[in-house]
């Protein structure tokens, strides 16, 4: 991916498998956020593929990319704060609804099931990440790390094969840290795949089964969470010191 002179990533390439959880790292401008906007469509790669169950990604619009499987989280919380946490997670829901206008005009019998099943999907969403007790409360209302947790919900609630989370621990405190490490458990569980950027390395070593780690957009190393800690090139590159333990934060 170049933006004009700049080479942002290159000879990139990684695979994720269902039911896996991945850990992609790096430091500040090594390229993990853009091969997040890459594959979830917000940039079209200026060489290379991106190939999804076996559909080839660039050139699909981001809602034809959500409808195939892909689902994400951002850096900044990108919550809607005067919408109540179910309305939040609705518009996720929303992006397999198939009537048009007409329909929801009228509230034709197809447009109610719709509707039904999109609050279906709310709910175990909500229930999913811890929610169901404040769905009903303004999005602003929430907790930082409960509005992190509330964009998982509507993320999962596109019915995603592959999530995309960035820094979802940012700014969190432990317990919700130790509630996210869970979280995302419980949704490999379920089948999903999970990608995540994270700078908190205890959480990466103690979630991921396999890490990437880009350095200057390029794949420096990846590996098993042991093998990476003792890793040269990402100890000289990224990790700063001699060995990295699981709880340490950089």
């Known amino acids: 991916m170049a933006f004009g002179g700049v080479l942002a990533l290159r000879q990139v390439s990684l695979s994720v498998g269902r039911g896996q959880i991945i850990g992609l790292i790096g430091p500040n401008g090594a390229g993990k956020t853009t091969l997040f906007n890459l594959v979830s469509g917000y940039y079209r790669p200026t060489a ?3 190939v999804f169950d076996g559909t080839p990604l660039p050139g699909a619009s981001r809602h034809k990319i959500t409808r195939l499987g892909i689902a994400r989280t951002f850096q900044n ?3 809607f704060d005067r919408m109540t946490v179910r ?3 609705l518009v996720g829901a929303d992006a397999h609804h198939r009537t048009g206008l007409v329909n929801a ?4 019998p197809r447009h109610r099931r719709e509707e039904a099943r999109g609050r279906a999907i709310a709910d175990e969403s909500l ?3 811890g929610l169901s007790d404040r769905a009903e409360e303004l999005a602003a209302n929430l907790s930082y790390g409960e509005q992190r947790r509330l964009e998982i919900a509507r993320a999962l609630a596109t019915g995603p094969q592959l999530l995309l989370l960035d820094e979802p621990a940012a700014g969190s405190n432990p317990a919700e840290k130790d509630r996210l490490v869970e979280l995302i458990r419980e949704i ?4 999903h ?3 995540v950027i994270e700078h908190d390395m205890g959480m990466v070593m103690d979630v991921c089964q396999r890490i990437v780690v880009l350095d200057f957009g390029m794949v420096i190393a990846e590996g ?3 093998d990476i800690q003792s890793d040269p090139a990402v100890i000289e590159a990224y990790l700063g010191a001699s060995t990295l333990e699981p709880t340490e934060t950089t």
Do not use: Q
């Open 77 to 79: 919380l990108r919550v």
């Open 127 to 129: 229930r999913l990440v």
């Open 87 to 89: 309305e939040n997670v």
């Open 48 to 50: 290379g593929e991106i």
């Open 193 to 195: 795949a999970v990608l």
């Open 105 to 108: 005009l009228f509230r034709l």
């Open 188 to 191: 490999r569980r379920r089948g």
């Open 224 to 226: 098993r969470p042991a």
